[in-house]
């Protein structure tokens, strides 16, 4: 494959080159700024003057959005729809606002997880880690800042690297972080542990970090083969 013509970009740590022919074709974009969609609304003040305030349609979406954006994308759908209708009464207009938006989203996402792909696939992993923490130790928003902030500690003292989300478990709703880590030195010492998953009903063997189940709580660190991350 030649990479004469290849497309550069910088993603923030790497250089990516996308040769010629896996480019896809688009078309030059407009020089034109696209304008805001803002509508006119009139409200009365605690003196009774009717005041005129400009409201932009697409900035109320994303909030509407990001409030409702744990629930059912159907029910997240009808919270938009409630929150837009008292602004756009013509229901074709409000349907193509909100499609236009949820498409654009869908866009973004799916541009989001080829620059992630390419990041997993640029780098070598050492562990597939789960993070949970100990109600002893941690309420669920200083769980966050702290692990947060021991990470990127070892970023910059050990030189980790890590890829990671936040999820919660479908049974109790618990909080916890899965991330792929790249750590050439290890504070602590990681330690076999045999207990039993009330998930699967069985034994199991876990690999637990002494530094975070010290900090935190329980963890699993799962040694991984490069090859089970290609995409």
Known sequence: ??????????????????????QLSRKPKSKRQSKKQEILVMKSNNNGEVMTTAIDINELFE?????????????????????????????????EVIEKNLSKKKRNIIERKKRLYRKINLNKWSYFCTFTYDDKKHTEESFKEKLRNDLKHLVYRRDWKYIGV??????????????????????G??????????????????????????????????PINQHELTF
């Open 1 to 22: 494959m030649s990479f004469g013509g290849a497309k550069i970009y910088f993603d923030g740590s790497h250089y990516i080159a996308i040769p010629k022919e896996l």
């Open 166 to 187: 936040w999820e919660r478990s479908p049974n109790n709703n618990r909080l916890h972080f899965h991330a792929l880590i790249y750590a050439p030195t290890m504070p």
């Open 63 to 95: 909030e509407l959005y990001k409030e409702n954006k744990d629930k059912k994308q159907r029910n997240v759908i009808k919270e938009i729809v409630k929150g837009l209708k008292p602004y756009i009464e013509n229901e074709d207009t409000l349907n």
């Open 189 to 222: 010492e990681i330690e076999e542990i045999k207990d039993f998953s009330t998930k699967n009903h069985k034994m199991q063997k876990t690999y637990q970090n002494t530094h975070f189940l010290e900090r935190f709580g329980r963890n699993d660190f799962k």
